[in-house]
């Protein structure tokens, strides 16, 4: 319906745009006539009167910005015409000007109401008249006199019903007439015209005469066809024309009644009268003989039962006709659908009570009708009637049952203008009962751009409302809309009124259905409003009936079985639980609600105990696994190490040759090395894959820490790292200042480092594996990680770099066997890293004494060295070199102060250490 309706605006858009220059014209030309000048001439519609001459065009009266049609007559037009001659042209326009004035005097409902009279200038005749649709002749689809033809009046049929009210409507027009002693004298289908609702309207009283005072001279018909439809409309029309006109010379108000007859066969006969007789006497007269010998069966395609009685209205003599009055009595008139209309067509003389009974019967009768005659005859008298508010709650019902087979366009035009004074009525509290009862309707049918002004307060004013049945109906009736009423409005407006009603009613009843609605919309709510507008809501209620908390369950049991609504752990633990616990003990509840309660808790419990003892076993098996791959690594370097260090022992070289020590440990333990380091790599390589989600540690901090990647929480202090001033170390790294390390290597960058808060309250202080530190005065500009690494450079796991000269910052290389490198002022190579061609410088003075057996030995720069790395001037990383002024070794080697410390270094003058060096400073 929709796209038909916009097509058909589009359509007449069109039509109304190609037919605008013509207005123009017309205006131009008929500007001298006052008709022109109150109204606001619009395209023509229709065309009326004897011969169609009258072209009917919309109009709105300026004065008062009403609706009419404006009747125009060109007599310029006419008197440019060469066909005819004088006396046919004065003819003609006396004929139409006397039907003007006439009809005038008229005042009927089965009479075309004039709204302007006729005003003559010298071009034109015009006068205004109520809205009108067509004449009938147009309708049987006679469009003589129509320039471009209206696209509601191409294909237009008349319907059986139509006709019959028509016919009804027609007779009560000349009831009126005839008791007045006036006969209309030319009753055909150029005369009758149909208004805007499709009403019958007797019009065209050019040869109107009383019945007593009748003019004696016959009209002169000739002898021979008159194609011309000018010189025929001077007389009255001969295919409608009663005999006693030309046997007698006068008529009879039962004259007007053999018109009738012929109408009701035209109306079932595509138009046609029973005999044409194109203004010729002769063929007149042959066709009254067969028409008085013609039985009632024989007349063609009209209904049986009215056959009989238009046999009766053709009969040649008056007095058998029946009159106006019985002919609308007929009983082929007398069925369900026409008494309706009957009654509509009457109702404003009928009482209220009266209205009120007839009301409700009509509802059942409202499907029987055509959607046309629903809309034009039976919709307006029910708007009429909305006008008085004792009848609103009686002819809404059948008001909202016709809208319900409405499209949109026709709802906006039709129905909506008459509805917004009545929207906004709350007492009697039908009238929001009715609205609620067809909120389907309102909501498809109104235009969006409404909706919020005129539908939604519906709803607004049926949730406070005192009355606690429509707040039933309300609440009832939201679930089904939530996906068509507007989001925000719900979230907003609609959802705060359910709570404000569900919290402040005495009645039992609206809080229940509260709840049930609340529970219902659910699904169309995010995580964040349930989590922050609905369970706080459900916490505050103030009453336990077994009803109540059967329904609160019920929602929590519908946020349980779907994670989207946001009930975690913490909230099931710390704002649900508490609550809905002592609600198993309430009195009122019964075995089978008990048991109820009790699953809906367990499955809580259960939530939170899924949900806990997964996130702990996860953050568990990541600390486990990373430990494991530490061990792993430890213990492989370590076992390279000790076997390394027992060779130089038992072959007695010196602890100075670094370059001999470091073959042999080539040499003796290749394939331990290999393996050590090929097992180390796949473990890292799956706790790097395990650890995709970053996870929170404990304490604070995610897994995001283990790889060097800055997060907003703060370092555990259970995780291994150590800090210095403006430094963090990871889990298995270091950071320098400014700095994040990862697993695999120390990395430097602007990422600031979250220890550094305390800026003043420690020295500076290089830091790397398990707690190893030293005060080197550089250390905040060089980090160590496990596998070796530097200020501003990451270690590569696994790669073997190009020869390179090492300086302050250089990157180590796990796992990798570096090509010949020169190591310069605090550099360093990674862990297991040897160098067969370089430079040893001589060996030092006491205090300067250092073996390392896997790295070499740096220039005693202000560097450090990754674990398991070289050795440099500054600080030295787990089983790392020794800075210098130290001197340590495996086995114990000789110290200054003698202080073990496991997996550390000390400051000036320490150490021994397990593995361990020492650091200068």
Not at 241 to 246: G, I, L, Q, S
Not at 440 to 464: C, D, G, M, N, W
Not at 786 to 812: I, R, Y
Not at 866 to 884: D, H, I, K, T
């Amino acid at each position: 319906h929709g796209v038909l309706d916009g097509l058909l605006l589009v359509l007449t858009v069109f039509w109304s745009s190609c037919g605008s220059s013509k207005m123009n014209r017309i205006k131009s030309a008929f500007s001298s006539n006052a008709v022109i000048k109150e109204h606001d001439v619009q395209e023509q519609i229709a065309s009326g009167g004897p011969g169609l001459l009258w072209k009917i065009h919309r109009g709105v009266f300026r004065q008062h910005k009403k609706p009419v049609s404006v009747w125009l007559f060109d007599k310029k037009g006419l008197n440019a015409d060469k066909t005819y001659t004088k006396q046919q042209k004065e003819a003609i326009i006396k004929v139409l000007k006397k039907g003007a004035a006439e009809l005038v005097k008229l005042k009927h409902p089965s009479v075309l109401a004039v709204t302007y009279p006729l005003v003559e200038s010298k071009d034109s005749l015009a006068f205004a008249t109520e809205p009108v649709f067509c004449s009938l002749a147009n309708a049987l689809g006679r469009i003589e006199n129509i320039e471009r033809v209206p696209l509601e009046l191409k294909d237009y049929e008349l319907l059986d019903i139509e006709k019959l009210m028509g016919l009804i409507q027609l007779s009560a027009a000349l009831d009126f007439l005839h008791k007045a002693e006036m006969i209309h004298g030319n009753i055909t289908p150029e005369s009758i015209i149909l208004n805007k609702n499709g009403e019958w309207r007797i019009a065209g009283v050019d040869f109107i005469s009383h019945a007593r005072y009748q003019d004696d001279s016959k009209y002169v018909y000739p002898e021979t066809n008159v194609t011309a439809s000018v010189v025929r409309s001077a007389l009255p029309n001969l295919n409608y024309r009663a005999p006693e006109y030309e046997l007698e010379g006068r008529g009879d108000i039962k004259s007007d009644m053999y018109a009738i007859g012929n109408i009701v066969y035209a109306l079932w006969n595509n138009g046609h009268p029973l005999c044409e007789c194109q203004g010729n006497i002769l063929t007149y007269n042959l066709n009254l003989e067969k028409i008085s010998r013609m039985a009632a069966g024989d007349i063609p395609n009209i209904p049986a039962d009215l056959k009989e009685l238009v046999k009766l209205t053709l009969n040649a003599h008056p007095g058998i006709r029946p009159t106006a009055e019985d002919f609308g009595r007929a009983p082929c008139f007398d069925n369900m659908q026409i008494s309706c209309l009957r009654y509509l067509q009457n109702i404003y003389e009928k009482s209220d009570p009266n209205k009120a009974k007839f009301m409700k019967g009509l509802t059942t009768v409202l499907p029987t009708f055509p959607k046309r005659v629903l809309l034009k005859k039976v919709l307006p008298p029910l708007l009429e009637e909305c006008k008085k508010s004792i009848m609103i709650p009686f002819v809404l019902p059948n008001i909202m049952a016709i809208a319900e087979g409405c499209s949109m366009v026709e709802f906006e035009e039709l129905f909506f203008p008459h509805l917004v004074p009545v929207f906004v009525l709350e007492e009697p509290v039908q009238i929001m009962s009715i609205f609620l009862l067809k909120f389907e309707v309102l909501l498809t049918r109104t235009p969006k751009a409404k909706l919020q002004e005129h539908i939604y307060p519906i709803l607004f004013r049926s949730l406070r409302s005192t009355s606690h049945q429509l707040q039933l109906q309300v609440l009832q009736l939201l679930p089904g809309f939530q996906e068509s009423i507007d989001y925000a409005i719900m979230k907003n407006k609609i959802v705060p009124l359910i709570q404000e009603a569900g919290h402040s009613t005495e009645v039992l009843n609206v809080r229940i259905q509260s709840l049930v609605c609340i529970g219902k919309l659910l699904p169309s709510f995010d995580k964040w409003f349930v989590r922050e507008t609905i369970i706080p809501w459900l916490l505050k209620l103030p009453s336990r009936e077994p009803g109540v908390i059967m329904a609160l369950f019920g929602i929590l049991d519908l946020g349980l079985n779907d994670p989207k609504y946001g009930l975690d752990a913490a909230v099931i633990a710390k704002q649900l639980l508490p609550f809905v616990t002592p609600l198993m003990v309430e009195p009122g509840l019964n075995a089978q609600q008990v048991l109820n309660v009790l699953a809906i808790i367990k499955k809580m419990v259960n939530a939170v105990e899924t949900e806990r003892v997964s996130a702990l076993t996860a953050n568990e098996q990541m600390q486990s696994e990373a430990k494991e791959t530490v061990e792993l690594a430890d213990g492989a370097t370590g076992s390279v190490t000790l076997n390394a260090m027992e060779s130089i022992v038992k072959s007695g070289s010196s602890a100075y040759d670094v370059t001999a020590a470091s073959s042999a440990a080539a040499q003796a333990d290749a394939a331990a090395v290999q393996k050590a380091n090929e097992e180390a790599l796949r473990r890292a390589n799956e706790v790097a894959a395990s650890f995709a989600t970053p996870t929170v540690l404990p304490g604070g901090g995610d897994a995001s820490d283990i790889f060097g990647v800055k997060t907003a929480h703060k370092a555990p202090a259970s995780v291994v790292r150590t800090s210095s001033r403006e430094a963090s170390a990871g889990l298995l790294g270091a950071t320098s200042s400014t700095q994040g390390a990862g697993i695999f290597g120390a990395s430097g960058g602007d990422v600031p480092a979250p220890t550094a808060a305390r800026r003043h309250d420690m020295p500076r202080m290089s830091s790397a594996y398990k707690g190893v530190q030293s005060a080197d005065p550089d250390a905040t500009r060089h980090g160590s990680g496990v596998f070796g690494g530097s200020s501003g450079s990451a270690s590569t796991l696994g790669s073997s770099p190009s020869p390179s000269t090492g300086g302050s910052g250089s990157a180590g290389n796990p796992f990798g066997s570096p090509s010949p490198t020169t190591m310069g002022s605090g550099g360093g190579l990674g862990l297991l890293a040897t160098s067969s061609s370089f430079t040893a410088p001589a060996p030092p003075t006491t205090g300067m004494t250092s073996l390392d057996p896997f790295s070499a030995m740096g220039g005693g720069g202000s560097g450090s060295a990754g674990g398991f790395g070289g050795m440099g001037g500054g600080s030295a990383g787990v089983f790392g070199a020794m800075g210098g002024g130290t001197t340590s070794g495996f086995p114990p080697a000789a110290t200054t102060s003698s202080e073990a410390n496991v997996f550390s270094s000390m400051g000036n003058g320490s150490t021994s250490g397990a593995m361990g060096g020492g650091g200068s400073g």
